[in-house]
Structures are given as structure tokens and as C-alpha cells.
């Protein structure tokens, strides 16, 4: 069971919530919707109890009940061609560092490549985009974001988590939490159906954590390295220049130190 909410502050994004007491994965039950049926563009389910979270490379995405935001949106961005798919990505992220910035005063909300979003070291939100890729472009897009706000004790399995309360010592509202993410994400989203790719790129880079830093990383077998992030890919494979070389890193092939 779930109630129906409308955001009024929204064209699309999150103008039909369905909020849910309890839920396995909103991912999920986004995935068994667009099975049945074509929900409305931007179509929002909403837990603040998620039981199975997915995360990203097959993890679990841990959430304390009552605490969190776990939503997930359905869109057609079919105007995005399988090989640009990770412009969504960057969108989405710009639009969650946009809304957690309106309530931690800091100048350190990161995105941590391709799209965690961090406070200084230490990680506040988790994205998980699962796409539905035709030979037109995106058919339909899985939303999945999961935001560490009220939680102030973590599983010891988690390496750096932090969230909302333990960066401000405050308590956070989450159903109003919740509609100004949608809020701030259409912004991104009309940008990107605006084809301002340009602009999207570049706030991407301006916010990437550890950005023309050089740093240490790991590669697949656990062998440290150093390194400087000097791009993106247009497939969204990470630049690293390493001495006076420019290697590409996929997801599995990097680690942050
Ligand atoms: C990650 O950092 O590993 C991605 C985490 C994504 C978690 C969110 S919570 C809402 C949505 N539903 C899921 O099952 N996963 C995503």
C-alpha cells in the first residue's frame, strides 16, 4: 500500500509520488510499475523504510528505518543515445549536491566518480541508474537514490558514511526533505532535454571530488598508484593521468584510497 502525493513545485519530477510505509527496493518496485504499465514521466516512489537496497556493483544499499530517503524516478529520456548515457548520470548527481547544499553549509559536497556524492571524506548519498537501453536511445531510466539524513549510527561495514545529522547535529523534516529533492533535480533533468551538455559537463568536473588533485588510487589487484583526475570520458570511463600518461579507468578497474 502506498499514498498517492502530488508535488506542487514540480512540472514532472516527483508530480506523482507514491510513498510507501515500507519497501524491499523502490528500484524494484519502480522496475515491476514500468512492467505493467507507463507511469507518468518522472513518476516517484517513495520509502522512508527500505528493507533491500540495491546498490551499486550488485552491494546492498543499507538504510536504518525511519531515518532515510530512499526514492527512485522513472523517466524516457529516449532523447539520449546509449553512448551518452552517462550525461544522465552527471545530471542527476549535479542535482543531488544542488539540494544537499541547501542544508550543509559546506564547501566540500562532492561528487565522488561516477556518482556518489560525499561531505569532505566521507559518503552522504548513493546513486544507483538502471537504464533500458533501445536503439533510439534510453527507453526508460530507473532513478534509484538513497540519502543518508536522520541516521547517526552506522553499520561497521560501511567505510566513510555520514549523513544530514551528523554533518549539522540538527533533525531533518523527510517528506519535505523528499519534495525538494525532486525540486532540485528537474532543473538538471530540463538542462539535459535541453541539450545543454556543455553546462552539464562542466558543473559535473567543477564538483568531482579530488579533481586535478593528485592522489593515490588502487587498480583491479590492489596495487596502489599515483595519479591525478584530469577528465571524463565521453562513455564516462574516469581520466587519470599517471607520470605523463592518460589512462581510462571503468568502475571495477579503480579504487579511491
Ligand atoms: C550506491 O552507492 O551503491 C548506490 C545506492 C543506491 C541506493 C538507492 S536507495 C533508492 C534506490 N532503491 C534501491 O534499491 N537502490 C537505490
Not at 27 to 52: K, M, V, Y
Not at 130 to 149: L, R
Request: charge should be neutral; hydrophobic fraction near 40%.
Amino acid at each position: 500500500m502506498y499514498t498517492l502525493l502530488s508535488h506542487s513545485r514540480t512540472i514532472f519530477m516527483g508530480k506523482e509520488t507514491r510513498c510507501y510505509e515500507h519497501a524491499t527496493s523502490t528500484n524494484e518496485i519502480a522496475s515491476i510499475l514500468l512492467s505493467n504499465f507507463r507511469p507518468a514521466e518522472g513518476t516517484a516512489i517513495l520509502t522512508f523504510d527500505q528493507t533491500a537496497g540495491k546498490g551499486q556493483r550488485g552491494n546492498t544499499w543499507l538504510s536504518e528505518a525511519g531515518k532515510n530517503i530512499a526514492v527512485s524516478y522513472i523517466l524516457y529520456p529516449l532523447f539520449i543515445s546509449a553512448a551518452k548515457q552517462f550525461l544522465l548520470a552527471q545530471a542527476i548527481a549535479l542535482g543531488v549536491c544542488d539540494f544537499i547544499r541547501q542544508y550543509i553549509d559546506s564547501n566540500e559536497v562532492r561528487i565522488k566518480w561516477p556518482n556518489d556524492i560525499y561531505v569532505g571524506s566521507k559518503k552522504i548519498a548513493g546513486i544507483l541508474i538502471e537504464n533500458t537501453i533501445s536503439n533510439a536511445g534510453i527507453k526508460n531510466s530507473i532513478i534509484g537514490i538513497g540519502i543518508n539524513v536522520n541516521q547517526t549510527n552506522f553499520d561497521n561495514k560501511l567505510l566513510n558514511p555520514t549523513s544530514f545529522t551528523k554533518e549539522t547535529g540538527k533533525e531533518f523534516n523527510l517528506p519535505a526533505l523528499a519534495e525538494n529533492l525532486s525540486a532540485c533535480l528537474e532543473p538538471r533533468i530540463l538542462a539535459l532535454k535541453a541539450q545543454k551538455t556543455a553546462l552539464i559537463e562542466t558543473d559535473y568536473l567543477n564538483n568531482l571530488y579530488k579533481y586535478q588533485q593528485s592522489a593515490t588510487y588502487l587498480d583491479s589487484d590492489g596495487i596502489p598508484f599515483e595519479g591525478t583526475i584530469i577528465g571524463i570520458a565521453p562513455g564516462g570511463k574516469l581520466i587519470v593521468q599517471i607520470k605523463d600518461k592518460n589512462c581510462l579507468f571503468d568502475l571495477k578497474e579503480i579504487s579511491f584510497c
